[in-house]
Nanobody, 125 residues
Framework: QVQLVESGGDSVQPGGSLRLSCVVSGHILDYYAIGWFRQAPGKEREGVSCISNRDGSTAYADSVKGRFMISRDSNKNTVYLQMNSLKPEDTAVYYC??????????????????WGQGTQVTVSS
């Protein structure tokens, strides 16, 4: 069982930056990845980014490439999402997720093994 706790969500102006953190505990399989998903009101949950526990490789949704960066610390207990040049359309609840990297690298919510509780990111003037 994997436990995930997100933090760092806030309200920012367009063009601003935020850094989200996901503290990971429990048994992480070698082939697992940790990812970030988001869900805006009235919309389906969508994948943002993920990072492999095995080799640190990453994947990003087209909508955030060049603006967001995912990373993890050396002991793999914390995963970060650095969000720059934020836009109003980035407003959503952001969820940390864990699962088989073959699933998560598709950035599809279906098949995710564990979810965090979510943290709210609001981008507005």
């Amino acid at each position: 069982q994997v436990q995930l706790v997100e933090s760092g969500g806030d309200s920012v102006q367009p063009g601003g930056s935020l850094r989200l953190s996901c503290v990971v505990s429990g048994h992480i399989l070698d082939y697992y990845a940790i990812g970030w998903f988001r869900q805006a009101p009235g919309k389906e949950r969508e994948g943002v980014s993920c990072i492999s526990n095995r080799d640190g490789s990453t994947a990003y949704a087209d909508s955030v490439k060049g603006r967001f960066m995912i990373s993890r610390d050396s002991n793999k207990n914390t995963v970060y999402l650095q969000m720059n040049s934020l836009k109003p359309e980035d407003t959503a609840v952001y969820y940390c997720a864990a699962g088989d990297e073959l699933v998560l690298f598709n950035l599809w919510p279906t098949g995710v093994s564990s979810w965090g509780q979510g943290t709210q990111v609001t981008v507005s003037s």
